[in-house]
């Protein structure tokens, strides 16, 4: 709770480390939970939706989507 306190630096570099953090975690369950059911859900959707506008606002994104490739979708080559 003291890093709440303080400069807004510290501010920035909580935000900054804080939200990539929690995308990439919401995505990851995300992925367990389309594993567990072994097909997506909606609510492994919402988990993705929430992680890709996590991951929008971050410094740092990656070019590529959240979404593994469905089963029935050719991959990309």
Do not use: Y
Request: hydrophobic residues 40%; positive net charge.
């Amino acid at each position: 709770m003291s890093m709440l306190r303080g400069s807004p630096l510290r501010h920035r570099i909580l935000f900054v480390l804080a939200v990539p953090l929690g995308a990439g975690l919401l995505s990851a369950l995300g992925h367990l939970v389309q594993r567990r059911h072994g097909r997506p859900t909606s609510v492994s959707e919402s988990l993705f939706a929430i992680a890709s506008s996590l991951r929008r606002r971050t410094l740092f994104t990656r070019p590529t989507g959240d979404h593994p490739p469905t089963p029935d979708a050719p991959a990309q080559p």
